[in-house]
């Protein structure tokens, strides 16, 4: 990021930094340090979508660096408040939903099985999902049929906490899941 956008950032100047970022990004459209300055300035500025689109640009153009790896954290991060937005905090149904399924799909599987399956969603996942969009884009050779970026990111958390459960997710889906259980407990009593 130029050094004197960073200033602008410093001294509160959001709107001339993120000015200057445009063009420093226009300038050098494989700059990314400049990109990931202007996903800065964005999320600074309260502005999440056009911050989002800044860091997934700092990621597209080289994703094996420090730089990207700083991007893929704020874009964790960004997802995550928006998926709170969303569910206000209390709870996302579709969230609780996909879990519920997972636990279903894995209630008779052996742990192996169960682990390869969250280890193929992490490594499809490393590029991130894209878990405020519906769209059922992401595909898994171990299980059939196409899911959406929660789905994925639901079926991961369910098998981490049948495999590994003392392992902490980066996403927090502990209110969603402790739903989802009840009601999958209830179902096998029935």
Wanted: aromatic letters at 8%; a neutral charge; glycine letters at 8%.
């Amino acid at each position: 990021m130029p050094a004197c956008c960073g200033c602008l950032l410093a001294l509160k100047e959001v709107d001339r930094a993120i000015s200057c970022l445009l063009r420093a990004t226009q300038l050098g459209p494989k700059d990314q340090q400049a990109f990931f300055g202007l996903g800065e300035a964005y999320r600074v500025a309260g502005n999440l979508e056009d911050a989002d689109t800044a860091y997934r640009q700092v990621v597209a153009i080289d994703e094996f660096n420090d730089l990207a790896k700083r991007a893929k954290q704020q874009l964790s991060s960004l997802a995550h408040v928006g998926f709170l937005m969303r569910g206000g905090g209390t709870g996302r149904p579709d969230a609780v939903m996909y879990c519920l399924s997972a636990l279903e799909h894995f209630a008779d599987l052996p742990n192996e099985e169960v682990q390869k399956i969250t280890f193929e969603v992490g490594m499809v996942g490393t590029k991130g999902f894209e878990i405020n969009d519906p769209t059922q884009q992401y595909q898994l050779q171990s299980m059939p049929g196409k899911f959406s970026g929660m789905q994925m990111v639901c079926i991961m958390y369910v098998g981490f906490k049948r495999i590994a459960p003392e392992c902490a997710a980066s996403f927090d889906l502990s209110t969603e899941y402790a739903v989802a259980l009840e009601m999958f407990k209830k179902r096998r009593r029935k």
